[in-house]
């Protein structure tokens, strides 16, 4: 029988609760405990209690914030409910929006989804977090953003406001010029008839996108974004369209990106190096694969995707030995004939 670290120490533990048990029951027909007699059965019925409450389980940690404004970052965010797919007890965040909850049988690298995240007068920033898939992690907590409402939606209008307003104005600052033109026969009318048919589609169509827009940047965490992006994103709110351009095209400027990614670099290599934990784990232990196709398929999952990250890094050896560990995986779940392995063998072929 296959027993992992944990499930070993637990299997230890309940031997000797058993023993410990045993000499008792040879010893003891009953205690008396203040003129009240404890028969053995039950001193049997609390150990078979003490022992189903040793099951296995893993944590995962969690971190509730409010969402990050402009000179206004996030805090944290207590007694906020939160539910994991599959378990039957809700838990709280608390004063420091931390949270955590036990899950049995999973491991790192499994799939979890929450099937719940409510507090009053709030909700969720990131609105398709709810029934996405997570990596479950025993190292890496969850980080749940949430929003107050009224503030959402007074975000919201002030951002379609100014949308609104600098879209109004241009429309009529192009119309003027068309005007000009032909007035000074730039242009003739058969030219104009066009240009104004296309200044008003695309005026119609830009004011069809300014509810989604508003939405998008009001929903916006600043606490994730670096300095650039912080006064992009509020000269967008505030309709300087015009300043907000010119900062994107300086965001490209080499110099500028090598800046911006160093942080990002460091966070990517962390992650990377969590999965490559997984998929190392993963197959020193190839009879978890066989037992637990779920599983198996997750790892897939992470060998593509790290794979691909290095393959962005121009690390091919590396990107090549990830794939490798996908087709042994793939092997063992699919067989050899099956499209899933000649997929990998085709994306090993690419790199060599």
């Known amino acids: 029988m296959y027993l992992s670290a944990t499930g070993e120490r637990v299997y230890l533990r309940r031997c000797r609760i058993i023993v410990i048990l045993k000499e008792l029951n040879e010893e003891l027909i009953y205690i008396d405990n203040g003129g009240m007699k404890i028969q053995k059965w039950y001193i049997m019925f609390l150990f078979l209690m003490l ?3 040793q099951g296995y389980g893993q944590t995962q940690q969690g971190y509730v914030k409010t969402q990050g404004r402009p000179n206004n970052p996030g805090v944290p965010l207590s007694g906020v409910t939160i539910r994991v797919r599959g378990t039957m007890k809700s838990v709280l965040s608390g004063a420091d929006g931390r ?3 036990l899950i049995p049988d999973k491991k790192d690298g499994d799939a979890i989804v929450l099937q719940q995240v409510r507090k009053q007068g709030y909700e969720l920033c990131d609105r398709e977090l709810m029934g996405r898939q ?9 980080e749940i953003v949430m929003v107050n409402s009224e503030d959402l939606a007074a975000n919201k209008r002030r951002i379609e406001q100014k949308a609104y307003q600098v879209t109004e104005r ?5 119309l003027k010029q068309l005007d000009q033109q ?20 695309r005026y119609e169509k830009y004011q069809m996108l300014i509810s989604n827009m508003a939405e998008r940047y009001a929903r916006t965490d600043y606490d994730h974004l670096d300095s650039i ?4 994103n509020q000269c967008i709110e505030n309709g300087e369209l015009e300043r907000a351009d010119s900062l994107i095209h300086t965001v490209f400027d080499p110099n500028t990106v090598l800046e911006r990614n160093r942080a990002a670099k460091a966070e990517i290599q962390e992650r990377m190096q969590l999965a490559q934990e997984i998929i190392d784990k993963a197959n020193a232990d190839k009879e978890a694969i066989r037992r637990d196709s779920a599983y ?11 794979a691909t990250e290095y393959l962005s890094q121009g690390e091919q050896k590396k990107a090549n030995e990830c794939l490798q560990q996908s087709l042994s995986i793939r092997l063992i779940l699919y067989g050899e004939e099956s499209d899933e392995v000649k997929e990998v063998k085709q994306k090993i072929e690419g790199i060599k």
């Open 182 to 201: 032909l007035k000074q026969q730039a242009i003739n009318a058969e030219q104009y008839r066009k240009e104004l048919q296309e200044l008003q589609d």
């Open 170 to 174: 241009n429309y009529q600052n192009r």
């Open 134 to 142: 997570l990596v479950f992690s025993t190292h890496v907590p969850i």
């Open 296 to 306: 198996a398929k997750r790892v897939i999952i992470l060998c593509d995707n790290l």
């Open 99 to 101: 949270f955590s909850f």
């Open 51 to 53: 022992v189903s409450s």
């Open 229 to 232: 992006d912080i006064v992009i």
